[in-house]
């Protein structure tokens, strides 16, 4: 069985959004990538509608079992976190509206699902996202390959059954990035 997740990287003025498919087998590969943007000159209401529309194509044409957004991250300045909230909120109801589920991730977790590292920068995880599905060139801008990421993130988070009935326990079936963001994960809520 093949995990279809949709993954966004939500902003008012570039929301990046990569769908991705995972094999029970963890081999993925990209279906689709793009960048939505819009212009500062551009009213909210209107800003928020161009991305609701182009929200709703990505999910009629793709047809995810999942989204996975950003969550937002409450260390960036005030305007940031409203628009990217703002957008999230777009993504999030679209989502809904069609029964799919949501999931959200913080920037570290994606980090360390991808690269091993919770502090690792854009250019790494711009790198293995590259390498992990195979492509001839890194998406562009950073916003596609986030999506990208916060895609593999979820299915690699999700998949911890995918592989299941192979004779290993889930545990042992986790690539070192996919450790060390469940240790990351398990760190976090510790914290809280």
């Known amino acids: ?3 279809r997740v949709l993954g966004v990287d939500p902003g008012l003025t570039r929301c990046g959004i990569g769908v991705v ?16 943007g819009t212009s500062a000159e551009l009213t909210l209401d209107k800003r928020l509608l161009v991305i609701a529309k182009a929200i709703d ?22 305007s940031t976190v409203m628009g990217v909230a703002q957008a999230s909120g777009v ?8 029964g799919i589920p949501v999931a959200l991730h913080t920037p570290s977790e ?14 790494a995880v711009t790198k293995l996202v590259t390498k992990i599905l195979r492509l001839d060139a890194p998406p562009k801008p950073a916003d596609a390959a986030d999506a990208l990421a916060l895609a593999l993130t979820h299915a690699w988070r999700a998949g911890n059954s995918m592989g ?19 240790e990351a994960e398990a760190k976090a809520r510790r914290a809280r």
């Not at 993504?91 to 069609?98: N, P, Q």
């Not at 994606?110 to 250019?123: E, F, I, L, P």
């Open 1 to 3: 069985m093949t995990l």
């Open 21 to 36: 498919d995972i094999e029970r087998n963890r081999r993925a590969t990209m279906v689709a990538v793009g960048v939505v």
């Open 91 to 98: 993504v999030i109801a679209a989502a809904a509206r069609r």
């Open 164 to 182: 299941a009935g192979n004779g290993s326990s889930a545990k042992d079936a986790l690539t070192p990035a996919q450790r060390a963001w469940a």
């Open 57 to 78: 194509e990505w999910l009629d044409l793709h047809k995810p079992d999942v989204v996975a957004v950003e969550r937002v991250f409450s260390q960036m300045n005030v």
């Open 110 to 123: 994606v980090k360390a699902a991808v690269t091993g590292s919770g502090s690792a920068n854009k250019d």
